[in-house]
């Protein structure tokens, strides 16, 4: 079993930057990947940034060259980070981490980013 805990949401400017953060914890093992996802009300969820065990990362066209992925390994905890600059209204959401092994996915309880002067 995998807890996943995120933390580091809040109100920012429009302009501003804000880091948010993700531990990944338990029987970690097969570790496959780990990401960040968000969401608004009435639309899907959706990929922010990714990386996977190997190292390689996945932006959404939208985030690239405003957000940095990166990730920590500690005995039997994975950790996230994701440095959002540049931010935007439009990146107001409820943001995920999602922790992934070879056979299925754990969430987190979500952080809410909200972007607004």
């Known amino acids: 079993q995998v807890q996943v805990v995120e933390s580091g949401g809040g109100l920012v400017q429009p302009g501003g930057s804000l880091s948010l953060s993700c531990a990944a914890s338990?029987?970690?093992?097969?570790?496959?990947?780990i990401g960040w996802y968000r969401q608004v009300p009435g639309k899907q969820r959706e990929l922010v940034a990714a990386?996977?065990?190997?190292?390689?990362?996945?932006?959404a066209d939208s985030v690239e060259g405003r957000f940095t992925i990166s990730r920590d390994n500690a005995k039997n905890t994975v950790y996230l980070y994701l440095q959002m600059n540049s931010l935007k209204p439009e990146d107001t959401a409820v943001y995920y981490c999602?922790?992934?092994?070879?056979?299925?996915?754990?969430w987190g309880q979500g952080t809410q980013v909200t972007v607004s002067s």
């Open positions: 338990g029987t970690i093992f097969s570790f496959y990947g």
């Open positions: 990386i996977t065990s190997g190292g390689s990362t996945k932006y």
């Open positions: 999602r922790y992934s092994d070879v056979d299925r996915g754990y």
